[in-house]
């Protein structure tokens, strides 16, 4: 399928009312427009200027938080408008930002008071009000035709003509003979788009649209173009200057860097929100062209809540649970699954689902269900009952600390860290934790390590979290695909089946840039090897493609061997310790290919079984029977249960808890205490 042909998909009825009713929400409600006010993620687009969650901390008061990272020297494309004491107005601009007649350009107006009391005034026609003595924030759209506004207040008027310059029109040409990700930008850093494309910006604040064959207007003047196809390829420039009424054309076919599917490997996303309020609304033709263009095998497109009762995307849900969904091809397969949410427990993705499950979510003060029950395990039991394959999403928030401490994870009630999984891997409930996700990837591999020390056969998979609807929020706004878990299917064609049954294996590798492979005796991921005392073992691991620099082996008891990511690592671990894992890790401080701020690959282990018993270290299942006791003193403290059932309910948790227990109980005294 080309990717411009992706919008005239054929679309249930339900679907089509479905996003119908989204754009009327975002033009009644602008921002936020499915009413969850989470105010940081409006804010994350100024994350440009520097900390911006850390100068909200500071000041209480988002508005003021960014006018103290902007300073004194002006960034294209800001406004800043000061009120005196006496009500006097004064604008400063940044350098202009450039425009053409007939397009917008987004101006963002900072409005400082020193007035003692609340005021209002009027920026290009629209209402803002100012808290006394605080500072407000109005975004406005400026034709390059009228490229100057007005501020108004009490009779005094300013009007700002400096932060728009209008440039006289050109025509830009873009072709691949596939679909692929672009950028476009002026010297100004503006940011151009063809029409019929989401505006998005990625973590590194660049920003991108999908397409094959793109014709698009904009200034007569220089311009650079980037071209690349997700983390399988490289990034290409170009410099262009077009004269005035100038069609110029760029022709792109980006170098792939590696091709894991040559060997049946095939990178999956089972974390992507299309709709998920925000300032867009997206179409599932939208969602189809960022797939193709990103060059991703697998999307799972996930129906879920936020804050309230409203399940997005849950009418695609459910006119195509267990099905492929309408641009999928022989090698490119995307699905609605479901994201099960309790933000004291944990959440979880299911990929593949047959049908929708009969619960979305517990635990939300804003929804027709505020209590924290039933146990997570009930959810993910009921989605591998319609077959899907359970995967605990962004676990930690945090690293933890060398001595193993919990205090982090659990210093805060409803974080979204997986505090249930560690009870469910036990209990063989779930399938898989995410290690690479939107949240801190150290204190994810913690506890997939301390997991896998107890013997439990967990898939290492990934999903970004990505929200489809959002143009500037980091990573939140990045296209899908931008962390992958690669799942292992041979000569079996892509399917969604083929792909579960590869994570329920362990057959995966994760990454958010470079490629990883991993042998242990000529074994890839997810192998089971039952070997004796003395037998001969032999791991190797090679890193390849952008952004890895150190290379480790790692097992139960740590680093095994480690060296630079430019040459193949080799290790002979003896059996000295009984039974083991082993799996390798790629690492990076960054690089501009890879959409994050860290680069990290780690494979699913190889087991190591001796004289067919599994591995299981004291240590690790000491630390989770430890880290179950405080689970069930933390929710006993903040669970949300109703006044006549919080000791049935508790319970219901605790009798969870006490069969994980039981578990690694076992583990420790079968390991020797």
């Known amino acids: 399928m080309c990717c411009e042909a992706t919008g005239s998909l054929a679309l249930p009825p339900e679907v089509i009312e479905a996003v119908a009713h989204y754009r009327r929400l975002l033009d009644d409600r602008r921002w936020d427009w499915g009413d969850e006010q989470i105010e940081g993620f409006r804010w994350a687009r ?45 604008a400063s601009a940044g350098p202009a930002r450039t425009a053409i007649a007939g397009r917008t350009v987004t101006i963002d107006v900072v409005i400082e ?55 006289a029109p050109a025509q830009l040409t873009v072709t691949s003979t596939c679909c ?11 940011a151009w788009f063809p029409d019929g494309v989401l505006a998005k910006w990625d973590a590194h604040h660049r920003p991108f649209f999908h397409g094959h064959q793109v014709t698009m207007t904009v200034p007569a003047e220089a311009l650079r173009v980037v071209c690349t196809r997700g983390l399988e390829f490289d990034r290409t420039e170009f410099e262009v200057s077009p004269s005035a009424a100038e069609s110029v054309r760029i022709d792109c076919e980006p170098a792939r860097l590696f091709d894991p599917a040559a060997d049946g490997w095939y990178g999956g996303d089972l974390h992507v929100h299309m709709n998920y309020s925000g300032d867009l609304v997206c179409t599932p033709g939208d969602a189809a062209r960022m797939q193709l263009g990103e060059g991703l095998h697998l999307m799972n497109l996930v129906a879920a809540n936020c804050l309230t009762s409203v399940v997005y995307d849950r009418e695609m849900l459910e006119q195509f649970a267990g ?48 209590e924290d029950w039933p146990p997570n ?118 399917t969604v089946e083929a792909f579960k049954a590869a994570i329920r294996a362990g057959r995966t590798v994760v990454t958010n840039g470079p490629w990883l492979t991993l042998e242990v005796n000529g074994q890839g991921p997810g192998a089971v090897l039952d070997l004796a005392p003395g037998d001969r073992l032999e791991a190797r691991a090679r890193a390849s493609g952008r952004g890895a620099e150190h290379l480790s082996l790692v097992g139960p008891d740590g680093v095994m061997a480690e060296g630079d990511a430019g040459s193949e690592l080799r290790f002979a671990p003896g059996l000295e310790r009984g039974p083991l894992w082993i799996a390798a890790v790629a690492r ?17 282990p190889v087991y190591v079984d001796v004289g067919g018993r599994r591995v299981g270290r004291a240590a690790d299942a000491r630390w989770c029977m430890a880290f179950l006791d405080t689970l069930e003193q933390f929710v006993a403290q903040h669970g949300h249960f109703g006044s006549g059932t919080r000791d049935a309910h508790l319970g219901d948790l605790v009798s969870v808890l006490d069969e994980a227990r039981a578990f690694y109980r076992l583990v420790a005294e079968s390991a020797g205490t």
């Open 46 to 90: 100024f994350a440009q200027l520097g900390d911006v969650l850390t100068a909200y901390s500071s000041t209480g008061n988002w508005a003021k938080a960014v006018r103290s990272l902007i300073g004194d020297d002006l960034p294209s494309g800001v406004v800043v408008v000061q009120v005196d004491e006496g009500g006097g107005l004064r």
């Open 113 to 167: 008071s020193a007035l003692d009391s609340d005021t209002a005034l009027t920026v290009a026609g629209r209402e803002v009000r100012v808290p006394s003595r605080g500072a407000a924030i109005e975004t406005i759209d400026v034709d390059g035709a009228e490229p100057a506004f007005t501020i108004a207040l009490d009779g005094e008027l300013v009007t700002v003509d400096a932060a728009v310059r209008t440039s």
């Open 180 to 190: 692929v990700r672009w950028s476009v930008t002026d010297a100004s850093g503006g």
């Open 323 to 370: 099905t492929d969904l309408p641009w999928s091809t022989d090698g490119q397969v995307a699905r609605m699954g479901v994201e099960y949410r309790n933000d004291l427990l944990g959440h979880v993705h299911a990929l593949g689902p047959s049908a929708p499950p009969g619960r979305y979510f517990t635990g939300h003060d804003r929804s027709d269900h505020p």
């Open 377 to 494: 395990k009930v959810g993910c039991q009921e989605l591998q009952d319609l077959g899907a394959t359970v995967g605990y999403c962004h676990p930690a928030l945090t690293e933890f600390p060398e001595d193993w401490s919990t205090r982090r994870f659990f210093r805060t009630p409803r974080t979204v860290e997986a505090r249930e999984l560690v009870a469910d891997a036990a209990l063989g409930v779930v399938d898989s934790v995410d290690l690479i996700s939107p949240t801190d990837y150290e204190g994810a591999v913690f506890l997939y390590h301390r997991l896998l020390s107890c013997g439990i056969r967990l898939a290492a998979t990934a999903g970004t979290d990505t929200f489809l609807s959002f143009s500037r929020s980091g990573t939140f706004s990045n296209p899908p695909g931008w962390g992958r878990v690669y799942a292992h299917l041979g000569e079996q064609p892509l």
């Open 588 to 604: 990076g401080h960054g690089h501009p290919n890879v959409l994050d701020q860290s680069v990290l690959a780690h494979t699913s």
